[in-house]
């Protein structure tokens, strides 16, 4: 049995349904994470799961007890939210310990979990520290302790990085892999951010439109996107999509007997980049990303009229083009995925020469 189950979760404001009709289920111990676009009802299913707001339609169920109707508070849930809502005139001890204390939680064992908490966030220095007196990362660090020290059963997290700078994001990222990894909890995660999905997730949830469009983990669906929205979502820089009729030599390339009427994706690091006069495919350099240990090539291509697309490669090798750069394009053998005008997936060609 899963640990917790959603079944036909649905969701209205006014006319508007924002989650229609969800299924899924989540193991014990699993770190999944709910991405999309903003407006596509990940948050909104995190507050549902919650409790903090009400379940229009079907049920929600946690380690075999349903939870549907019970109140936030009689969930066994912690939640972790965007803005880190910590007292400002409590100390690091007192935020932590609060919930505890409004529980009549015995103050030795108050103290003894807050202390464990505060070890495993690297917090102890700053226990006695107001949240003025604390960087961001050390402000979340305080509000993931406030939900450690509950003990919950499952932790939510709402987009708890988007307050930080890139540097922070990256180094409280790696800190709740870690914690994650020591605590063995159930984790439900939400975030815009795919690197975070993608380096954090044991399975990630791609919504749109309060739909799912897709569960798997990261790299399944990076290698196997159900659809073109999956496909152009997960990954840096996206996927190029190119309409096959607005590049029929794309469809040569592919091989004319598997490319349908529709459109071809290859991931930029399997775009090849050639001298001017050899390759498949002929393009100009539009612009040259070096970001160090990758470079990213945008070519334009024509396809004889004028007309044309943009075809982004990436590449670990650095590059001595420049922009108006004539350049041979390949594409790397099986790489390719193919939608139709649908934008489904393809499934007896996708991805085969």
Do not use: C
């Given at each position: 049995?899963?640990?917790?189950?959603?079944?036909?979760?649905?969701?209205?404001?006014?006319?508007?349904r924002?989650?229609q009709?969800?299924?899924?289920?989540?193991?014990?111990?699993?770190?999944?994470?709910?991405?999309?676009?903003?407006?596509c009802?990940?948050s909104?299913?995190?507050?549902?799961?919650?409790?903090?707001?009400h379940?229009d339609?079907g049920?929600?169920?946690?380690d075999?007890?349903?939870?549907t109707?019970?109140?936030?508070?009689?969930?066994?849930?912690?939640?972790?939210?965007?803005?880190?809502a910590?007292?400002?005139h409590?100390?690091?001890?007192?935020?932590?310990?609060?919930?505890?204390?409004?529980?009549?939680?015995?103050p030795?064992?108050?103290r003894?979990?807050?202390?464990?908490?505060?070890?495993?966030?690297?917090?102890?220095?700053?226990?006695?520290?107001t949240?003025r007196?604390?960087?961001?990362?050390?402000?979340?660090?305080?509000a993931?302790?406030r939900?450690?020290?509950?003990a919950?059963k499952?932790f939510?997290?709402?987009?708890?990085?988007?307050?930080?700078?890139a540097?922070?994001?990256?180094?409280?990222?790696?800190?709740?892999?870690?914690?994650?990894?020591?605590?063995?909890?159930?984790?439900?995660?939400?975030?815009?951010?795919?690197?975070?999905?993608?380096?954090?997730?044991d399975?990630?949830?791609?919504?749109?439109?309060?739909?799912?469009?897709q569960?798997?983990?990261?790299?399944?669906?990076y290698?196997r996107?159900?659809?073109?929205?999956?496909?152009?979502?997960?990954g840096?820089p996206?996927?190029?999509v190119?309409?096959?009729?607005?590049?029929?030599?794309?469809?040569?390339?592919?091989?004319?007997?598997?490319a349908?009427?529709?459109?071809?994706?290859?991931?930029p690091e399997n775009?090849?980049?050639?001298?001017?006069?050899?390759?498949?495919?002929?393009g100009?350099?539009?612009?040259?990303?070096?970001l160090g240990a990758?470079?990213?090539?945008?070519?334009?291509?024509?396809?004889?009229?004028?007309?044309?697309?943009?075809?982004?490669?990436?590449?670990?090798?650095?590059?001595t083009?420049?922009p108006?750069d004539?350049?041979g394009?390949?594409?790397?053998?099986?790489?390719?995925?193919?939608?139709?005008?649908?934008?489904?997936?393809?499934?007896?060609?996708?991805?085969?020469a």
């Open positions: 049995m899963s640990f917790l189950q959603l079944q036909g979760v649905e969701k209205y404001f006014g006319d508007l924002a989650i009709g969800i299924d899924l289920s989540i193991q014990r111990g699993e770190f999944i994470v709910f991405v999309g676009p903003s407006g009802g990940k909104t299913l995190l507050r549902l799961i919650a409790g903090l707001e379940i339609r049920t929600l169920t946690l075999g007890r349903d939870i109707d019970a109140p936030s508070s009689k969930r066994d849930l912690a939640m972790v939210f965007q803005s880190y910590l007292y400002p409590m100390s690091v001890y007192e935020n932590m310990s609060f919930a505890l204390k409004l529980a009549k939680e015995d030795k064992v108050i003894e979990k807050v202390e464990r908490a505060a070890r495993i966030l690297n917090l102890t220095p700053y226990l006695e520290r949240p007196a604390l960087s961001g990362g050390q402000r979340q660090r305080v993931i302790g939900a450690i020290v509950r919950p499952v939510l997290f709402d987009e708890p990085l988007s307050n930080l700078d540097a922070l994001r990256g180094q409280t990222r790696v800190e709740i892999h870690q914690l994650h990894r020591d605590l063995g909890a159930t984790t439900i995660y939400v975030t815009h951010d795919q690197v975070e999905a993608m380096t954090l997730a399975r990630i949830v791609v919504l749109r439109d309060g739909q799912i469009e569960v798997g983990t990261p790299l399944e669906l290698d996107p159900a659809n073109q929205f999956v496909a152009q979502f997960i840096t996206q996927m190029n190119v309409d096959t009729a607005k590049l029929p030599a794309l469809r040569e390339v592919v091989g004319a007997a598997h349908p009427d529709g459109f071809i994706g290859v991931r775009v090849l980049v050639r001298a001017a006069g050899s390759g498949k495919l002929s100009r350099v539009e612009l040259v990303e070096s990758d470079t990213l090539i945008y070519a334009h291509v024509g396809n004889g009229n004028g007309a044309g697309v943009q075809i982004v490669a990436r590449q670990a090798e650095r590059t083009l420049h108006g004539p350049v394009l390949d594409i790397a053998p099986a790489s390719f995925h193919l939608f139709d005008r649908q934008g489904h997936t393809v499934p007896a060609a996708a991805g085969r």
